[in-house]
């Protein structure tokens, strides 16, 4: 079974860091981009970053340059998404895509998708 199971969100205050984790099973991540999306109550999906191994990573969200960081462990055929210095505008429900031909800001390009991981950032 395809699929990518993300974990580690969570309340935070401002400030503070959290690490989200995407692991995948019946598809090796190596092989894939893989982009994090975020959407906040009310608001669009967005793109947050995307991470490819032919052409690293690019920022989607100006505002999380410097902030957060994507890093993958092939050995566990997994994603992280590293956030520091939270700031209540980052609260959204967090998701992981992985697509095999590169990295996009439309989500619908995605081939595979995580289930969520809401973070809140809330003092």
């Known amino acids: 079974q395809l699929q990518l199971v993300e974990s580690g969100g969570g309340s935070v205050q401002p400030g503070g860091s959290l690490r989200l984790s995407c692991a995948a099973s019946?598809?090796?991540?190596?092989?894939?981009?893989i982009g994090w999306f975020r959407q906040a109550p009310g608001k669009e999906r967005e793109g947050v970053l995307c991470?490819?191994?032919?052409?690293?990573?690019?920022y989607y969200a100006e505002s999380v340059k410097g902030r957060f960081f994507i890093s993958r462990d092939s050995a566990k055929n997994a994603a992280y998404l590293q956030m520091n210095s939270l700031l209540p505008e980052d609260t959204a429900d967090y998701y992981c895509?992985?697509?095999?031909?590169?990295?996009?800001?439309?989500?619908?390009?995605?081939?595979?998708w995580g289930q969520g991981a809401q973070v809140t950032v809330s003092s």
């Open positions: 895509a992985a697509d095999f031909e590169g990295c996009y800001t439309d989500p619908a390009a995605y081939d595979y």
């Open positions: 991470d490819s191994i032919h052409v690293g990573t690019t």
């Open positions: 019946g598809l090796t991540l190596d092989n894939y981009a």
